[in-house]
């Protein structure tokens, strides 16, 4: 097949941040640009594409996964949850949200939503988890501003 040749699509149905989308995608389209290209919502960020950084993490039916590995088509039938599906209707920030900015777990923001889903995932499952599972919840995600203190730190503020 040349590079000019279409590639046939695949009709899919996802359920995001509780929509409903159906959408035709290719084969070869990876969920982090389904998230962020055909739907538009842009808060998951694209950072390295090799599931390296954590920056386009979200919940895939409750789990946690890096949206740059994934195919749209394997996501066909399945719930996701992106960073933009963590504020309430009113737009009110979650406790989490609210402990990032009150603890200055974030500076330049770029891996923050992955930050906020890996530590949703981590309190959904573990509601008072200890320093040391906070810090293994995190270890998927790289961030260069913050040296990872406070963002434990605001974790950590919210834990029960």
């Known amino acids: 097949m040349d590079a ?3 590639v046939a699509g695949r009709r899919i149905t996802v359920e995001v941040n509780g929509t409903l989308y159906e959408r035709e995608v290719e084969p070869r389209r990876l969920l982090i640009h389904f998230i962020r290209d055909d739907l538009n919502l842009t808060g998951s960020h694209i950072g390295c594409d090799t599931g390296n950084c954590g920056a386009c993490s979200v919940l895939y039916d409750g789990t946690l996964v890096k949206s740059c590995m994934l195919l749209a088509v394997q996501a066909d039938g399945s719930s996701i949850r992106t960073v933009e599906g963590l504020a309430a209707d009113d737009a009110t920030l979650t406790p989490l949200q609210q402990s990032f900015s009150d603890h200055h777990a974030l500076q330049c923001g770029y891996c ?49």
């Open 4 to 6: 000019g040749t279409a």
């Open 112 to 160: 923050t939503p992955g930050m906020l889903m890996s530590a949703t995932a981590l309190l959904e499952q573990t509601p008072s988890p200890s320093e040391e599972e906070i810090r293994k919840a995190l270890q998927g995600n790289i961030c260069r501003c913050t040296g990872y203190w406070n963002i434990i730190e605001a974790v950590k503020a919210v834990a029960k």
